[in-house]
């Protein structure tokens, strides 16, 4: 019997041993858990901290940044914009992301029939006493959309008041959606024509976003924003199952503090290769623009086309804050320089074909700060723009 008990006991110690091994895999699961999420929490404080207490630079987006500084809507507008902007991971069938309802104090997207737009703020309509109001339709990405900014100021709110004040009775509506370029922007317009409403009048107000695609690797003209995320999701890759991560305060984090010293992957397209990805550019841009006049044709509306302005072109007398934004815009981490030969193309094509109003020059004798960044209009630079499209407008 003694004999029979010292065997069981020497059987014992494996299964006591497996026992104290997953007791520690289980200790450390915890450890890991709550060190995480200790990580995490503390992470996402020091990030508020640091954004709270860091100096805005010219390349920020916040009310602190010497382009909004100015401006007594810019905190409640910025809060808005970081917060709405959540609402780009609802998917759009084709389209893959759009506008979705939001009201603010600062900025408004409103169900309509022609479903969730930016709400346009129009002027007084006595034209409209005496004839019915013309449609106008406005595509293009957020520029047209009017990211930053109250409704008050966009493009479009500044185009009904322009057109209102030429005593042309208009309702203009503001198709422009974040990201978009002029693919994306034709298959919005095919959409809601399909929904059976047609406009008066189709305007298209974009061109920076189909440069900054255009000269991305691999150079095709034809990718959207996000393009490389959503690719590698699609096809199953190693990184697309892991970009959850970027989501995580630690990498934010991280991503602020080594923001202006850590060199970012070159995103752009060799430099001898660029004039050609410019040319293959404007060939679908133009294309585009061609589709959309056969559509207006056949339907009965009125298409004209804008390229629209940026920073890095042309000859306005810069402010401070906007020379320091071409400086940056040499560097590795916004290297929107490589998109000056599609805009170089851009302009001789205008000239050439008269397809589009080429708007790359159209500050080149207003030294006021017109940009918030290398696109993004200030109020006034919107007016401005308005201004020259309901001239042009008006004179055809």
């Not at 450390?28 to 805005?56: K, P, Q, W």
């Not at 189709?202 to 150079?219: C, E, K, R, S, V």
């Amino acid at each position: 019997m003694q004999l029979l008990q010292t065997e069981t006991t020497r059987k014992a110690p494996p299964t006591h041993r497996l026992n104290v091994v997953f007791s520690y895999v289980g200790a450390v699961v915890c450890y890991l858990v709550i060190g995480t999420v200790l990580l995490e929490l503390g992470s996402r404080g020091f990030l508020t901290a640091y954004r709270h207490f860091h100096i805005s630079t010219v390349s920020d987006f916040t009310p602190q940044s010497p382009a909004y500084s100015n401006f007594d809507w810019a905190p409640e507008c910025l809060a808005e914009q970081a917060h709405k902007v959540k609402a780009r991971n609802i998917y759009f069938p084709f389209r893959l992301w759009g506008v979705t309802e939001f009201h603010g104090t600062c900025i408004n997207n409103d169900p309509t029939d022609l479903g969730v737009v930016r709400r346009t703020v129009e002027g007084t309509k006595p034209a409209c006493a005496n004839q019915p109001a013309k449609s106008i339709w406005v595509l293009g990405g957020s520029t047209v959309y009017g990211t930053g900014i109250p409704d008050w100021a966009t493009l479009p709110s500044y185009l009904s008041r322009e057109l209102s004040s030429r005593g042309l009775c208009a309702n203009v509506v503001n198709l422009g959606v974040e990201g978009y370029s002029s693919n994306q922007e034709l298959l919005l317009l095919i959409e809601k024509l399909k929904s059976g409403k047609r406009p008066d009048v189709l305007i298209i107000y974009d061109g920076f976003n189909d440069a900054d695609f255009g000269t991305m690797p691999p150079g095709n003209p034809t990718p959207h924003m996000g393009y490389v995320g959503i690719e590698d999701r699609m096809e199953g890759r190693f990184a697309g199952r892991f970009d959850f991560l970027r989501g995580l305060g630690a990498w934010q984090l991280v991503q602020e503090l080594t923001k202006g010293r850590a060199h970012t992957r070159l995103i752009r397209v060799p430099n001898d290769t660029l004039p050609t990805h410019a040319a293959s550019t404007l060939n679908n841009y133009e294309q585009n623009l061609r589709m959309a006049n056969t559509l207006g044709d056949g339907l009965g509306f009125r298409v004209y086309a804008f390229w629209q302005p940026a920073i890095m072109y042309g000859h306005k007398p810069l402010a401070g804050y906007e020379r320091q934004l071409v400086e940056l815009s040499s560097g590795t981490t916004y290297p929107f320089q490589a998109l000056m030969p599609v805009y170089q193309e851009a302009e001789r094509r205008a000239a050439k074909n008269g397809d589009f109003v080429f708007l790359g020059n159209i500050f080149d004798t207003i030294p006021d700060p017109l940009y918030l960044d290398w696109v993004h209009l200030t109020p006034a630079g919107n007016q401005i723009v308005a201004h020259e499209i309901a001239r042009h407008i008006d004179a055809h």
